[in-house]
């Protein structure tokens, strides 16, 4: 089946820590997208990419890294800099001509 | 960045009723998009819009693409149980691959 698959659905860290959050995608789109949200909250977004190896800060990229080294993937770095990193995270990817997003199942992740 | 200002915060409506939200923006998009999250998943896509005045149906939703390309708008007609999540608009304001900008939500509650 075409999807995007983030892994995993939840997720722990101790402070301090970096983890990583995988975003998979075989649908063949070129754009994808990182999204938070805290509870209650709308969507921020945090980091987007248009095309392989390449990546634009969004609006609340700060304490946060990503990198797309390949068109299906798009893996987000929260580090130890990122001082509230509990929240729900979501990745995207964009659909025909890249006019509209198809989201994953999304990854919560506790800082213990 | 871009703000989306999306109306009613929150609906609290009885089983049958017809449901109204909308979006507002400051500047213009070439598309806006409609998505439901349901709690603990990803938002999924409702309706995409891409032309000023564009009416669309899926089911009992009905979306607007606004005269002006600032607004869009979503009804749900006779509304059940599994209504219930939060409604997110989205709207994109260049051409392919450019970032979605998203509203803070809708939440909607049905009496049954």
């Known amino acids: 089946d075409g999807g995007i698959t983030q892994s995993p659905k939840y997720l722990f860290r101790k402070e301090g820590q970096n983890v990583t959050l995988s975003c998979e995608q075989n649908?063949?789109?070129?754009?994808m997208y990182w999204y938070r949200q805290d509870p209650g909250q709308g969507l921020r977004l945090i980091y987007y990419?248009?095309?392989?190896?390449?990546?634009q800060k969004g609006d609340i990229a700060e304490g946060y890294s990503v990198s797309r080294e390949k068109k299906e993937s798009f893996p987000l770095t929260v580090t130890s800099a990122q001082k509230n990193p509990t929240a729900f995270y979501l990745c995207?990817?964009?659909?025909?001509?890249?006019?509209?997003?198809?989201f994953g199942q999304g990854t919560r992740l506790t800082v213990v | 960045g871009q703000q989306l200002n999306q109306s009613p915060q929150s609906m609290f409506i009885q089983e049958g009723e017809d449901v109204s939200m909308n979006c507002t923006s400051s500047?213009?998009?070439?598309?806006w998009l409609w998505y439901k999250q349901d709690p603990g998943e990803g938002p999924v896509l409702l309706i995409a819009?891409?032309?000023?005045?564009e009416l669309t149906s899926n089911g009992r939703l009905t979306a607007q693409f606004g005269i002006t390309r600032k607004d869009s708008f979503l009804n749900i007609s006779a509304s059940i149980p599994s209504d219930v999540g939060i409604y997110f608009c989205?709207?994109?304001?260049?051409?392919?691959?450019?970032?979605?900008?998203f509203g803070a939500g809708t939440i909607l509650r049905v009496k049954s």
């Open positions: 649908l063949n789109h070129d754009a």
């Open positions: 819009l891409y032309k000023a005045g």
């Open positions: 500047s213009i998009f070439n598309t």
């Open positions: 989205a709207g994109q304001e260049g051409e392919y691959g450019n970032k979605l900008v």
């Open positions: 990419s248009q095309i392989v190896n390449d990546f």
């Open positions: 995207a990817s964009g659909g025909e001509q890249n006019t509209e997003a198809f």
